[in-house]
């Protein structure tokens, strides 16, 4: 069970958009369309922010949003914000009930 | 709310038992999920219980030594950690299933922090 694979880190000024991709294969990512990304600042819990993909929860601002191409699922987040800076994981279910997290991204907000 | 507890120092080897009582909402409902991280790294599920708790799940690298349960009528949900190992080492999160497609977490307690050290 190897994590999924993110970028180990972005940055981006305010204002400006930032995508964090997650790769994976088709027994995980490309095969089933239930990626999930969570925000996690330091020191506190994760926070669910896309699921299914490409679902947002119930006060998860828009300028969130979820995607995927074959075996990559991306997060992009546009009009960025310093509240933005923090470390990002993707999520995917991966078959025989197991879920696989990746790596995690850390964002900095320049 | 969520709020785990039993966290520690424990040798190589030894056991240990984490809790995570649960408030606000209906316990009984909802498939529930340990998910871990050691220091500085990045998260790991590592078990998952369903709703009535007939069925269980586990991360490879803890199945046969960890052991999820829950009482619904405590509204708690437990880790039963044995043989543990340095690698164990980690912030041990329960979390809510929040009944999406593949499993995804839409509440997480705080964490209890086990380390494993001789």
């Known amino acids: 069970q190897s994590a999924l694979t993110q970028p180990r880190s972005v940055s981006g000024s305010p204002g400006q958009s930032v995508t964090i991709s997650c790769t994976g294969t088709?027994?995980?990512?490309?095969?089933?369309?239930?990626v999930s990304w969570y925000q996690q600042h330091p020191g506190k819990a994760p926070k669910l922010m896309i699921y299914e993909v490409n679902k947002r929860p119930s006060g998860v601002p828009d300028r969130f949003s979820g995607s995927k191409s074959g075996n990559t699922a991306s997060l992009t987040i546009s009009g960025l914000q310093a509240e933005d800076e923090a470390d990002y994981y993707c999520c995917s279910y991966a078959g025989r009930y197991i879920v696989m997290f990746g790596g995690g991204t850390e964002l900095t907000v320049l | 709310q969520l709020e785990e507890s039993g966290g520690g120092l424990v040798q190589p080897g030894g056991s240990l038992r984490l809790s995570c009582a649960a408030s606000g909402f209906t316990f009984s409902s909802n498939w529930m999920h340990w998910v871990r991280q050691a220091p500085g790294k990045g998260l790991v599920w590592v078990s998952r219980?369903?709703?009535?708790?007939?069925?269980?799940n586990y991360a490879d690298s803890v199945r046969g030594r960890f052991t999820i349960s829950r009482d619904n009528a405590k509204n708690t949900l437990y880790l039963q950690m044995n043989s543990l190992r340095a690698e164990d080492t980690a912030v041990y999160y329960c979390a809510r299933d929040a009944f999406c497609g593949g499993d995804c977490f839409d509440y997480w307690g705080q964490g209890t922090l086990v380390s494993v050290s001789s």
């Open positions: 219980i369903t709703s009535d708790g007939s069925n269980t």
């Open positions: 088709s027994s995980d990512v490309g095969g089933y369309n239930y």
